[in-house]
């Protein structure tokens, strides 16, 4: 635990502070910096979220931050956005960075502007949405990550059809490139309106129209500025189970709902999920051609096809999982929908 030596606020608006530390400041090395209860502003109101992290930028490299999620087709209300993913152990300054667009042809770099003019720390394997208004992400999207958001002055438009988003830094070096089309959407969608463009993988080429797909209706299409749905764990293992096969429906709010996981052994697929009961009748067509996450959790509230609580009784859990290019997958697993007698 360390305080500064010297700690002053910059005026006009006091928004900035200068702090001299006892000992210099380490390349490589995030610092934490906390500021003690107690503190106030020119009114009174106490400082909230008094904690910031800050380290020694250091140049980017190519491929250390990359393209990594982009909406370019909001619903009405919305707005375009880009989020940025940083894949090294540097700290990296948005404001060494800029965005725009290129032309594929004379591979000449266009409409690029400066990210941020007062900087912006992003630390290793952290993500950064940058977008005109955050907010109105905000309030059509979920995020775990509300911190992870930047306001920038203009965002270079980016067109439905098909476009390209070009990262380069101050001198105008590419740091990262995508050229993306709507096709490359997943293509079982009813529509990809207010449908975001997730990378798979961080360390497969971004030119690699494979490592795309369309967010999964299950996160509700965007994970802005948090890991994205269709992200590729490298851990292996796969498969459909069912953790807790009893369950009972009684919104007594124990095991009201069974929960089938999954976890996929590839990106892009799709499923249909049916129930039988023990006689083979089919009750209920719970999931049709949806696409799915990596991995996630698909739920039953113990509800028929006709609207009414299937009865007590076990039933089959018959999962098809399937891709474009006609694999498929099935599973089988037993559930037992208990009640009170």
């Known amino acids: 635990l360390t305080a500064p030596t010297y700690v002053k606020a910059i005026s006009p608006d006091y928004k900035k502070v200068i702090l001299k530390l006892s000992s210099s400041i380490q390349l490589g090395t995030v610092y934490n910096c906390t500021v003690l209860n107690g503190v106030t502003d020119c009114v009174g109101n106490p400082i909230i979220n ?21 909406l370019f087709d909001p619903t009405t209300g919305g707005v375009d956005f880009v989020e940025l993913y940083n894949r090294s152990n540097k700290t990296i300054n948005l404001k060494d960075l800029r965005i725009g667009s290129m032309d594929t042809l004379s591979g000449l770099l266009k409409d690029t502007k400066s990210i941020t003019p007062d900087g912006y720390l992003l630390f290793p394997e952290s993500y950064v ?29 980016m067109n439905v059809d098909d476009d390209v ?4 830094d101050a001198n105008f070096t590419v740091i990262d490139n995508l050229i993306y089309t709507s096709k490359m959407h997943f293509p079982l969608l009813v529509t990809t309106k207010g449908v975001s463009l997730e990378r798979i993988d961080f360390n497969r080429p971004t030119r690699d129209k494979t490592n795309w797909n369309s967010a999964s209706q299950g996160v509700g299409f965007a994970t802005p500025a948090y890991r994205n749905s269709q992200y590729l764990q490298a851990d292996g293992g796969s498969g459909v189970t069912i953790p807790n096969p009893l369950f009972s429906p009684d919104n007594d709010g124990y095991n009201d709902v069974l929960n089938i996981s999954y976890k996929l052994d590839e990106p892009g697929k799709a499923a249909n999920v049916y129930i039988f009961d023990s ?8 999931v049709r051609n949806e696409q799915l996450a990596q991995d996630g959790t698909l739920s039953w509230n113990g509800i028929n096809d006709d609207n009414e609580k299937a009865p007590i009784g076990i039933y089959v859990v018959y999962v098809e999982l399937f891709n474009l290019s006609g694999k498929v997958n099935k599973y089988k697993l037993s559930c037992t929908l208990a009640g009170k007698l």
Do not use: C, H, M
Not at 50 to 70: C, H, K, R, T
Not at 165 to 168: A, E, K, Q, R
């Open 50 to 70: 008094g904690s910031a992290q800050f380290a020694l930028p250091e140049a980017p490299a190519p491929n250390d931050v990359v393209i990594n999620e982009v």
């Open 129 to 157: 949405v940058i977008s005109e208004n955050s907010a109105a992400i905000k309030q059509q999207y979920l995020t775990t990550n509300p911190k992870g958001f930047l306001d920038i002055v203009d965002l270079p438009s």
């Open 165 to 168: 988003v070009t990262l380069s």
């Open 279 to 286: 006689r083979g009748r089919q009750v209920r067509y719970l």
